[in-house]
């Protein structure tokens, strides 16, 4: 778990930058969720939405989303209020980390394409 947290932390601090082309369709928006920042670099997309649903319904919702993408299947982490996806294909990863606090539950996520 240590390793895969520093992978997560890792992930979430690459420098994107926000272009007029994003693909943002690479990574789906769940229903509901407010979308506060996007950005992307050379095909990698990073998101971050806001939402009232749990850590937990996020992660499901976004492991069949990705499933449904042609993603592997993945394991959603979960940890007190906090849950995790890491998927790995073909060199693309994809992570998510979603936390809640005050009922809003706070999601980055992070495609990050084989250059």
Known sequence: MKYFLIALT???LLPF????????EAIPVMPGAESIMQSSYKGSV???LLTKETPETVANFYKQAMENKG????TVMI????????LYDK???FALKATVKDGITKVIMALVQQE
Do not use: K
Request: charged share 15%; glycine share 10%; hydrophobic share 35%.
């Open 46 to 48: 990073r998101l971050e």
């Open 17 to 24: 930058t926000v272009s007029a082309d994003q693909d943002t």
């Open 91 to 93: 060199g693309r990863q």
């Open 10 to 12: 890792i992930i979430f």
């Open 71 to 74: 993603w592997p299947s993945g």
């Open 79 to 86: 940890s007190g209020n906090q849950s995790a996806i890491m």
